[in-house]
Each structure stands twice: as C-alpha cells, then as structure tokens.
C-alpha cells in the first residue's frame, strides 16, 4: 500500500514497510509538459515503448535539456538518480510501479488531484487506467472531445477494454440494425 503527501514543494510517497519516504522534487513547468507529452506518445505508441523508462527516470529524478531548443529531455545521468536506484534497490516491482506512477502523475497538470486519483482507484493497472482518462480529459484530448479516428482513442479503449464510443454517421437507425432486427412493417408515407 502506498500514500502521498506534499512536504513544502516535493512530494513524499511513502510505501507499507519501507522506512523511509520517497522524495520527489517538482520538475519545471517546460519539462513538466514534455514529460507528458512523452507519456502520451509512447502509450499511444508513437514512440518506442522502451522510452517509457526515461519518462519514469525524470519523473522520479529530473532531467535534462539534450539540445539548446529545449526539444529533447533526457534523464539525468545514472549517477544522479537516486530515488530511482532506490526503487530498483528495496521495492517490489508491484510497488516499484507504483511509486512510478505517482511521480508521473504529479509532475502532469493534475499534481495531486493525480496522485490522489491514482491511489483512491486502488493504484497498479486500475489506478492507471483511470487517473490517464483523467489526464486526458483534463488536457482536453479526451476521446469524447476529439475525433473519433484519433490514436487517444485508441489508446484509452485498448486500456481499458471499451468499444469505440461514435457510430456511423450514415443511415436511419433501423437501416443500421441486423437484418433480423429490423421493423417488417413498410414506413408510413406523409
């Protein structure tokens, strides 16, 4: 089981059993950003799935500028990650991912209101799922605000499971009925 709590500017992530906190700094607003836009290209796999793990490595430790158009962010050398060594060194994968998750989440636009969710949906696959609806929702990406071919939908449906929300735009409601279903009586004429 694991709690957050915000100690002055950083978050404090604590997981049942560990001795000590979890101490996450807040990444600049720039970063913040990039870093979000990282986490929804690669779930919406238009990057690597292997950039995953640099999206966690600055959510939990910071990062860097790559180029001077502040267009690529890099984690921070290994040798400067603590609280990501620390994950690997004492927790549980299970726990590991969730420490992962609350760090991303509070370094997006939601801040605690992610973190929150996150834990409140009961964290792992169900936490994630629900506080990314969340996520998308609130940046306005939502797949019940954008179209319905677009690669969030996709993503949000694969993830949890759902149909596609939008039907065709073509055709009298009984027409898109099977056959077997459809009204035999002829339609009144006016």
């Known amino acids: 089981m694991v709690s957050a709590a915000l100690q002055g500017r950083d978050l404090a992530i604590t997981v049942e059993g560990v001795e000590s906190p979890f101490v996450i700094r807040p990444l600049p607003g720039r970063m913040g950003k990039h870093l979000t836009d990282l986490y929804l290209?690669?779930?919406?796999?238009?990057?690597?799935?292997?950039?995953?793990?640099?999206?966690?490595?600055?959510?939990?430790d910071g990062g860097q500028w790559a180029d001077d158009a502040h267009t690529v962010l890099v984690p921070l050398p290994e040798d400067q990650q603590p609280v990501w060594a620390r994950c690997d060194d004492e927790l549980s994968q299970a726990e590991g991912q969730d420490v992962l998750h609350l760090a991303?989440?509070?370094?997006?636009?939601?801040?605690?209101?992610?973190?929150?969710?996150?834990?409140?949906?009961?964290?792992?696959?169900?936490?994630?799922?629900?506080?990314?609806?969340?996520?998308?929702q609130t940046l306005g990406i939502s797949p019940l605000t954008t179209s319905p071919s677009s690669a969030l939908e996709t993503l949000i449906r694969s993830q949890a499971n759902m149909s596609p929300t939008s039907s065709p735009m073509t055709g009298s409601t009984v027409e898109k009925l099977p056959a077997n279903k459809q009204s035999r009586r002829p339609r009144k004429k006016r």
């Open 41 to 60: 290209r690669t779930m919406a796999r238009e990057l690597p799935p292997t950039q995953m793990e640099d999206v966690f490595r600055i959510a939990l």
């Open 104 to 136: 991303f989440f509070w370094q997006t636009v939601l801040g605690m209101t992610g973190v929150n969710s996150y834990i409140e949906a009961g964290g792992g696959f169900a936490g994630g799922v629900k506080t990314l609806g969340f996520l998308t």
